[in-house]
Structure formats: C-alpha cells, structure tokens
C-alpha cells in the first residue's frame, strides 16, 4: 500500500537558499502541496555568494527565467572563468575557463596532445586553446551559439549577481506560484515524542506552523537540523583552516571583466566580482595567522574602487552536517555545511540539494531509502568539492608561514590519488556525477605548478606536424571570435541593463 502523500512543507529560513528552494518546491503547489516559508525581516542573510558556476543556468531554466531580465533585475554580468593571482609565486596569474580545451583527436584528449608539443616549444599557453578564456582576457562576451560548427558553441558562462537581490527576485517567483511567506523569529521547535521527528516551529508571538516535512535553511545557525535535532558537524578546518572573512562593495573601477578573480594573501586570499552596479570584494583568511584588523588593513589597501560601507565580518567553520537529511529534516544552503567560496560553489551546493530533494522527495512513510541516498549523494559531493578546493592551497608557490604549512599538510588520500595521477603522465579520471570537470582539474592543476612528468603515449601515435598546426587553427579561430565580440559592458547595456531597477 503506498504511503500518503506529504502536503504540508515548511521551510525555515529566506536568502538565497531558502527563496531557491521556495521557488524550485513551487512547482509542487501545482500538485497540491502546501509550501510555507518562515524568515524576520530582523535577521540578517550572509547574502555574499554572488559568484555563480555554469549549472545555474539549468537551475533557471527549470522555472523558465528569462536571462536578461534576471540579470537586469539582479544586476548580474557574466562570468567566464575565475582569474587566480599570485598563488604560485608573486606575479603569477592563470584562468580557471568554464568549457572545454580544444578538441580531442582520435580518442586522445586535447591537454594530452597540447603538453607534448609544448614540451616541444610548439604550442602556446593553454589559455589560448579555450573559447571562454579568449574572449575573458580581452574582456568580451557574447551569446553561445547553438551551431556546434561555431566556434560560439564552446562559450560557456555563468553569472555574478547580487545575492539579495536573488533573492528577492526569486521570492516574487515562488509567492506569485502559491508559496506563502510567515514573517516572524522562531523561538520554539516541538518535536513528537514518539520518534524525535520535527512536528512545528513556534514563533514569537505564540503562533505555531505545523509540518510534515521542513527545511532548514536558517544559514550557519542550523536551527532545525543542529539546535533541535542535535546532528552533528565533520569539522575540516585541518585541511582548510581559513575561518573568517570580510566583505566590502565598493564602486566599480576599470574594465567591468567577465570573469571573477581570486587573489592570495598573506594568510587567505581576496574576492573580487564586478557586478553592474558596483564591485564584490572580501577577505578569506585565517585567524590563527592574521588578527582581524590587520585583514581588514589588508582588505582596504587592496581594494580597486571606493568603499561603499564599512567590512563586514563573517565567521565560519569548514566542514559539513553529518547528515544533510535527518528525520523529517533537510539542510540545505550553510546549514548543511560551509566551504569557502574559492571556486563559486555555495550556490551550487544549494542547487544541487534541492535537486537532489525534488528527485527523492518522500512520502509520509518515511522509508530509509530516500534518505540515505540524499546523504550519500551529499556527502560525496561536499568532498569532491573539498579537494578541489584543497588543491589550490597545497599546491602553492608561496612562502609565508600560512602558505608553507598548507603546501606541507597531508591532504585527503582521495586528492593525494589525483595529484599523483596527474603528476605522472597529466591524467584525469571523474566519477560521470563529479561537479568539476576535467577542464576544471587541468587549469589548477597546471595553474598552481604541477606539470606532468610525461603524456598519454597514445599521443606518440599522432603527425605532430598536423597536430601543430591543429592547434594553430583552433588558437586563431578562437581568437578572431573574441576579438569580433562586443566588449561584455556594452552587451550588458545592450542586452541586461539594471538601469531602470538601480
């Protein structure tokens, strides 16, 4: 006999991850489920992870957003690639692209095929074999082309935006979709006595809100899933151990560029997002090597624009939920867990949960089975994400005490296997469901100095020859698309413009 459908869903908590959600669970009023959202307008949102990755796109595209008119509404621009300064040495840059590196050629993978004519002095930098790269540097965007015989076709983007006003923007979605918003501070979590399940939360005023399943997306307070549910945190701060930040707007100055960039520090590491209206900026550092003036000195010193308030501070620690799913309990967004925003992934991570609920999404029965997976599905990609995040830092160029102690650490057994890996002859092998993809992994790994000792020797098979002047035509065709471009502020005005909702 099947279990009775669940009909009530409460989610605790706006911001970004509990308004993303609200709007995704929309579709289910449609299929008679009552969707209720509890946030105070008295409590603040961390609302800094305005750095997007590719699958936004997707998340959009389930609830048919249009991409000019959110990114006007959010004051969003497009976002190719992440740029990361001095992490090898002093001086030295590389881009992270979005999108592939060429083309493979007869089952040989094109970094493959690169690394071996670059060792030959025949090819150039790796960057210029990437559509996104190109048009990065010379601060280009256009739209994708759907003709796989353009060269268009190989630009992939995501976005920056104002998380808040996300948010919000997201809110008008799921309320006009029959999402109904509580306004009020929860002081109470009564839970049945018979299984520990979640049966409401009570707010200030007494008024309590009954549910079957909820939501916790109340940030790093975790109110549901730790303060009432007592679950528990695998603290990572061994492996990363920065554990503060500061962030600050400031006016935009220079080139608005298409892409986002992460800069070391003495003890962390800098944000910087150009959105339309005004510039991203924050601090990642660890306490332990820096007192929080200092990195706020730092902070300040470094900065391209004018500041347009005061740093906030943040405080964080690395690690994950035990259980993502427990009882009647999701966690998703930060109180699931916390990973910095090196590679823009804390959006991601709220979209992928809420993915990962809508395709498990139980019934009053409560079997084991949704729930489990959730957390094994969870827990695999909050490591994945962790070690390509502890790559960039144990694979550093750097001398302070931070950076050295970084490089010197023992790291997850699951990286120290890719590291080697790649190190041996530049191989790369990915679970099909990996968030990064292999684009992903050679960009740092080659950005942050680990150069493979040899290559596939299915590339000795190859014309060398022909395979360098393969490589000149994908470099030039590349090229001569970005350079037709318009620049990415000018299509932004064109396309996007936040003008008229500034």
């Not at 740029?83 to 979005?98: I, M, T």
């Not at 009570?202 to 399943?213: H, Q």
């Not at 041996?424 to 993809?437: C, K, T, Y």
Request: hydrophobic share 40%; glycine share 8%; net charge negative.
């Amino acid at each position: 006999m099947t279990a009775a459908a669940i009909r009530e869903v409460v989610i605790v908590g706006g911001g970004t991850a509990g308004w993303m959600t609200a709007a995704a669970l929309a579709r289910m009023v449609r299929a008679g489920v009552r969707v209720t959202l509890v946030e105070s307008d008295a409590i603040g949102i961390v609302g800094v992870g305005e750095a997007t990755i590719p699958p936004i796109r997707s998340f959009n595209a389930m609830l048919d957003i249009d991409e000019n008119d959110f990114l006007a509404r959010t004051q969003g621009s497009m976002k190719l690639g992440i740029e990361f300064v001095d992490w090898n040495a002093p001086g030295h840059r590389y881009l992270h692209p979005f999108g592939d590196y060429g083309f493979s050629i007869e089952g040989v993978r094109f970094h493959q095929i690169w690394h071996k004519l670059r060792a030959a002095g025949r090819a150039g930098p790796i960057d210029e074999y990437s559509m996104s790269a190109a048009a990065a540097r010379l601060n280009r965007y256009a739209a994708p082309a759907t003709e796989q015989t353009s060269p268009l076709s190989q630009l992939v983007q995501a976005y920056h935006f104002d998380a808040s006003l996300y948010a919000r923007y997201l809110r008008d979605y799921a309320e006009a979709c029959g999402v109904v918003r509580r306004e009020g501070r929860i002081t109470d979590v009564t839970l049945r006595g018979e299984n520990g399940f979640i049966e409401a939360v009570v707010l200030e005023d007494g008024s309590r809100i009954e549910g079957e399943l909820f939501i916790d997306c109340s940030g790093f307070r975790g109110l549901l899933i730790e303060e009432a549910l007592h679950t528990g945190y695998e603290d990572w701060t061994h492996w990363l151990p920065c554990d503060r930040a500061l962030a600050v707007p400031t006016a935009n100055a220079g080139s608005l560029t298409p892409y986002t960039r992460a800069t070391a520090r003495p003890a962390g590491w800098q944000w910087r997002i150009p959105l339309q209206h005004r510039t991203g900026n924050g601090y990642v550092y660890s306490s332990a090597h820096v007192s929080d003036d200092e990195a706020a000195a730092t902070l300040l010193a470094n900065l391209e624009g004018e500041a347009l308030a005061e740093p906030r501070p943040l405080r964080f620690t690395t690690g994950r939920r035990k259980l993502a799913w427990n009882r009647n309990c999701v966690a998703i967004g930060l109180s699931s867990g916390f990973l910095e925003p090196l590679e823009s992934t804390s959006i991601h991570l709220i979209q992928a949960g809420i993915s990962r609920l809508l395709g498990l999404f139980p019934d009053r029965g409560w079997g084991d089975a949704e729930r489990d997976s959730y957390n094994a599905f969870t827990r695999t990609q909050y490591e994945q994400v962790r070690d390509f995040v502890i790559l960039h830092y144990k694979a550093n160029g750097r001398d302070e005490p931070f950076w050295r102690a970084l490089r010197e650490m023992e790291v997850p057994e699951s990286l120290a296997r890719r590291i080697a890996l790649f190190r041996n002859r530049g191989r790369i092998f990915r679970q099909d469901d990996e968030l990064f993809a292999e684009t992903s992994w050679i960009a740092v790994m080659l950005g942050q100095g680990i150069v493979p000792q040899g290559w596939d020797p299915l590339a000795d098979a190859l014309n060398p020859d022909q395979l360098a002047a393969m490589l000149e035509r994908v470099r030039a065709t590349f090229r001569r698309a970005a350079e037709a471009m318009p620049d990415h502020a000018a299509y932004l005005a064109r396309h996007c413009s936040s003008r008229e909702f500034a």
